[in-house]
Structure formats: C-alpha cells, structure tokens
C-alpha cells in the first residue's frame, strides 16, 4: 500500500459526516511501513459534548428506544448484512490501518457480523417478569434501555471490540457514541457511516476521535452519559471506574492479562505447541488474552519449547495485505520499543531468550514495526516480563513438577481474564479449570469465543462480562411497578 486513501476519515455524529468544531484533522499510519494511511478528524471536548448532546436528543425523540425490538433486530441484521457484503473491504481497511494478517481481519470482520445478529436476535426478548406480592396486586418489572451509552475502544481488534459493546447497547434500544483508538479508527468510522443506510435513526449510532483524556474522559464524565464500556489499559480502566463511581453509572471494563498455559505431561505436546503459538503469535501477541506464560511440566520442558520455538522462527514475517505473511507489525513504533523493552529486561534478569528477541531491522520491514516471535525460557518469576503484560509475540516459559505447583504458577498474578489447559485426563483438567482464577479456560484448545458465550476476566482483568446470553439486558435498567387491584367497596 503507498499513498493516503483518498476520502478523509470524518466524525459521524447524528447521522453526518463531520470534521468536528475546530475542524482539525490528522494522520494515521500504516503500521506495516509508517507511512501515512488516511486524514482523520481530531475532536476535543467540545466535539465530545455535541455528540452526547445529539445522542440523546435521538434516544428521546426517535423510535429507537421503544418497546419494538423487533424494529431494532430488523435494522441490525440490515447492518449485519451491509458489513458482509463488504466484509473484503472492511477487513482490507482494519489490515492497513492495525497491521493484523488478512486473514485475521477476515474473521475479526466475520465475527463482528456474527455479534450483530446475535443481539439482533436478542432485541426483542428483553422482558420483564411479574412477581407475586401479598394481597389484592399486580407487580411486575419492565427492562428500560439506559439513555446514552459510551463505548471506548482500543486499538488491538478495532472494530471487533468497538462492536461488541456498541452492538447489544443499541439491541437494547440506547444510544450509542462509540470513541476508538486514535491510532485505529478507521473502521469504526466506516462503520457509523452504514447506520444510515441500514435504518438507524440519526444519532443512534456516534463515532467521534480524539484522544482519550480529552474525548474519552469528555465522554465519560459527560451528565447524559449513562453507561460506559471500556477495553484498554489497567490505568486507565481504573481511572474510568473512578470517574463511574462519581456519577453512579454501571463501567464495564476489559482490562487485559498475563493468561497462564498449563501442560500437563500427557498432553498431545503437537497439538499443544499449534495452540500455544497461535495463542501468544495471533495478532502479532498484542491480545488480551494472549497465552503469554507456558507453564510445562518439567519431563515435557524441552521437548514443548522445541516444537514452539520451531514455529515462531518458521513463521513469515510481513505487511498483513500481502498473502504470504503469517504476522503482521506491532500497532506502532513506541509499542515496539515497549516490547523490545521487556525482552531486554527479561534477558538481564537471567531468562534465556530461545527464540526471537530482536525486531527485523532489514528492508523491506525495517521500515514497519515487526518484531519476531519470542520465547523467553527459565525467567525468574519475579522478572518484569513474567509479571506484566507485554502485549507482544514474547512468551515466558516456567517448568513445573506438581500440579498444586502448576496452579500456584499459574494463579500468581494480578489478572484473571484466561487460562489454557493440555491434557488427556479428564479429571485433571475439569479439578484444574476448577482452581484457576480466569474468567475464561479453555482445555485442549487455542483461545477461542463466540458471541453466545459470555467473554471477561477476575481480578485486575476487569469488571463485568460481553457477550453471552444476557448481554442486551445488561444495557437496561430494571423498574418495578406495583399496582393495587383491590376495588373500593361502594358507599352505601
Ligand atoms: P489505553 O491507553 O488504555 O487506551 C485504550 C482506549 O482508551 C483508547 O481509545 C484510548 O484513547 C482511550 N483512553 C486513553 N486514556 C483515556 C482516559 N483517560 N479516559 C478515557 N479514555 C482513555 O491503552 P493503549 O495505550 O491503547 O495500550 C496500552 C496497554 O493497554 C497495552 O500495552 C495493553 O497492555 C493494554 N491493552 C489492552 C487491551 C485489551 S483487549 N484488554 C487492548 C489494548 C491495550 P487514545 O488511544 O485515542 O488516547
């Protein structure tokens, strides 16, 4: 890819395209060559302010927030459907602008359709119940949609965690003003722009950019604001939670981890090590879930690391449009000094670097951000790599011999989000999925989630669950209504 894509990346806010109040617009980068991709709109808080204001003039005035959530299911399977047939282009725009492999943004594309007709089917069975009270009455709750929800979006699966919060907020009828990441907000863009033709009212669906203290806190703090769903950074979810607290609104958070894989000996080791590379080299590493701590049992040590050092140095480097490359760059150079960064430290607090270890520094890719898969054996447990969160292709190994061991490896962390089980016996891995704090274990498996299963991590991982059955109900509110049946007796 050379040159800039031609049309400007503006606001969509009630329905317009629009360069925001001071008109200021600035380029984002092709990770791949940091070249320049596209002029987007910059808004501050001014622009913030208009785009709550405009979402909740909709939500008052419009049919959107009505009791007919069929209307609503209808319009998100028209917006399903736009995104599918131009699922190519969409998933072209998130590889230039994000860095993913085609191949990635194809089933991030996928996925996101998938989520939008999964609420879709949801919008209309968003019910309250009747409760039986004591005497001559009828109570019963009704599920209300909240107002003006905020979505705050990070820059790892644009559109795909842009979407899922967005998606069953507007199923249950609220408005929405979705916020990306400045150095991603290319798709979420495209995408505001086909509410219109898919039957949203104006202003139902906002997508306003700019940067997150400015905008995002903006957004947050703004009086309209009734909800806010954030994926990004512990700091600043915490921050976010701090700011929800203040004003009593529900915060949704998704906060990232350090997800332990634990290898029991009888594990098929190559199956295993397929799994474990797809889980920590997928998307270039930069995932919340990533499996990042392969925890082995010793007499299978060697052998597992063998087989995934193999793969990380067989696996083809390159920009993510050209069909060849099995991993695309790192988002951004600073995220690239940062991975680095930990893999030095990890290296002078004693680990052994086995694979990796260095970014590509010869042309074509010296221009991008790419940095090789890397496994990092025997690093201390109390290294800064082993502790933090890279959100890179580096994987820290640790043996164990115990399964109690295995376990405390694996839980000795301040997230929760996922955790991976390899072995045969049944036993061993239902006791385990048992004792490890995560969110999410998957046994025998690569990460893997679909919209109908619900999606958030324990501990420093978050707060709150996406997905799942009961994720449109989570942007209602419950009322209930009590009425007194009892007929006053006639005077006589
Ligand atoms: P964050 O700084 O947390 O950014 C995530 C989103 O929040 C972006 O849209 C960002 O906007 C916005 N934001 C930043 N500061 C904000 C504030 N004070 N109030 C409201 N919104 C704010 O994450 P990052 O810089 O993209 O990445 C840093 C680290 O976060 C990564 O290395 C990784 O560890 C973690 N991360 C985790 C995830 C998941 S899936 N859990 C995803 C991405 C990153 P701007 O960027 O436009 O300022």
Known sequence: MSGTLERPFDFVIGGAETPGARGERAPVKNPASNAELAQVAVGHADDARHAMEVAQTAFESSWWASDDGGRRAKALVKLAGLLESRLEEFARLETLNMGKTLKESRGDMAFVVRTIEYVAGLADKVQGETISVPGARLDYTLREPLGVTVHIAPWNYPLLLAVRGVAPALAAGNAAVLKPASLTPLTAIAFGRLAKEAGIPDGILNVVVGSGSEVGEGLVSDVRCRSVTFTGSGEVGRRIAEIAARRTI???????????????????????????????????GQMCWAGSRLIVHASVHRALVERVAKIATATRLGPGTEAESEMGPLVSPDHLQKVAGYV???????????AGGSRVDEAPLAEGNFYRPTIVDDAPPAAKAVREEIFGPVLVVHPFETTDEAVRLANATDFGLFAALWTKELSTAHSVARRLEAGMVSVNEAPVTFPQTPFGGFKGSGLGFEQGADVVRAYTRRKNVVVNLSVPKPKT
């Open 250 to 284: 529900p915060a949704t958070l998704e906060l990232g981890g350090k997800s332990p894989v634990v290898v029991f000996p009888d594990a098929d080791l190559d199956r295993a090590a397929r799994g474990i590379a797809f889980g920590i080299f997928g998307n270039a």
């Open 344 to 354: 030095e430290s990890a290296r002078s607090e004693g680990g052994k670097v086995v």
